[in-house]
């Protein structure tokens, strides 16, 4: 689902570049959030690290910075956000996916295609 960038704030590029070069050492910060990487005995991070082969999955790691947060428009607070790995950011924002697919339904459902 891409970003509308209108949204969030306008220093928005530099924020990235600070939490994901800068804080998270180009490397997934995800520590359970999304449900993968348990914190069992002790905290556990995600491995992947950005522009490199994956590990756990096909392709290239791309970092994202994913809002923990469900703040409208999205906030630039750095407590809320973390870098991290496609997988990790996809299944963190599961929930969000999935309102919009039954968005999507509902809208096909009521407003159905004509056929020609």
Not at 62 to 68: E, N, P, Q
Request: aromatic share 4%; with cysteine; net charge positive.
């Amino acid at each position: 689902m891409p970003a509308d960038m209108t949204r969030y704030p306008a220093n928005w590029q530099l924020l990235r570049v600070e939490i994901r070069d800068v804080r998270a050492a180009r490397r997934c910060e995800c520590t359970g959030e999304c449900g993968i990487h348990r914190p069992n005995p002790g905290i556990r991070r995600c491995v992947e690290i950005h522009h490199t082969p994956a590990r756990w999955f096909r392709g290239k790691v791309r970092l994202t910075l994913a809002h923990l947060c469900h703040c409208d428009p999205p906030c630039a607070h750095p407590d809320h956000i973390k870098a991290m790995c496609q997988r990790c950011h996809l299944r963190l924002d599961r929930w969000r996916h999935a309102r919009a697919r039954q968005d999507r339904l509902r809208r096909t459902i009521s407003h159905p295609a004509i056929p020609s």
